[in-house]
């Protein structure tokens, strides 16, 4: 019976384990699901989500609406993950981005974002009760607004509510602040657009679990410059720039008591 309960003691805590690898829930400070970037173009150059903004600007740089002819517009990405062996469930995640602007000077935006899928049974030294699933999961509601000063500077703040469970229900709210710069100009006869943002992001207290587990925020310090050139019609050249300062991580995790 002991046998037993160590394999499936060890099965379970790699389950746990693997359900945290893509969002770290609580190897690094908070849920993971803050840093992540549901923008697949600033993603895939590298997460420059500090730049030049096409859509999901709640989530990338909010400021930079005013950069654009954009009026109104509605985001929705869509995130996989690979299915782990042992465990029920697929991970998965959404987000969803809407942003307007309110004349010239305004702009305000919404969003939420989930990740989950996954279902972890629980169970005690005796028996497994299949009655019982754990089924880790984060979410957020944001809110969102910037204010354009003059045609190259803005700046922006996001709010947001977290929730995250894991066993246990942790909720708390976060702050994003941020403050960009925008120029348009010529060099060799080619338009260029230059766009830097200083950001401050996921400020707030503790995210509490239960009655005596607190974890910090994930809060990060940004600067990045995206500077852009035109070379056709259906192409253009774009130089990146990002350096990100990380509150340092704090250890926390899950095992059952009697290991």
Excluded at 76 to 104: E, I, N, P, Y
Excluded at 148 to 177: C, D, K, R
Excluded at 218 to 224: H, N
Aim: include cysteine; charged fraction near 15%.
């Amino acid at each position: 019976m002991n046998y037993i309960y160590y394999n499936m003691t060890r099965r379970i805590g790699l389950a746990l384990v693997a359900c945290m690898l893509p969002l770290a829930m609580f190897s690094q400070s908070g849920p993971e699901l803050l840093r992540v970037n549901p923008d697949a173009r600033s993603a895939a150059m590298g997460d420059a989500s500090l730049g030049r903004a096409e859509r999901m600007y709640i989530y990338t740089n909010p400021s930079a609406i005013f950069s654009t002819d954009c009026r109104l517009d509605a985001s929705v990405s869509f995130m996989g993950h690979a299915k782990f062996q042992g465990v029920d469930g697929r991970q998965w995640g959404t987000a969803v981005g809407l942003a307007g602007k309110v004349g010239c000077r305004h702009a305000l935006f919404a969003g939420f974002r989930y990740v989950g899928g996954l279902k972890l049974e629980a169970f005690s030294e005796q028996h497994l009760d299949r009655h019982y699933t754990i089924r880790p999961q984060d979410y957020t509601i944001d809110l969102g607004y910037a204010y354009s000063f003059t045609p190259h500077w803005a700046a922006h703040a996001v709010l947001s509510y977290v929730n995250s469970q894991i066993g246990q229900m942790g909720e708390t709210v976060a702050a994003t602040v941020g403050v960009s710069r925008a120029d348009k100009f010529k060099a060799g006869g080619r338009p260029c657009f230059a766009h830097t943002t200083l950001r401050l992001a996921n400020i707030g207290p503790k995210l509490t679990y239960g009655q005596s587990t607190d974890v910090n925020l994930p809060l990060e310090l940004a600067l990045g410059t995206e500077l852009t050139t035109l070379l056709s019609g259906s192409w253009e050249a774009v130089w990146l720039w990002v350096r990100v300062m990380r509150s340092k991580p704090v250890r926390f995790g899950l095992r059952p008591m009697s290991i």
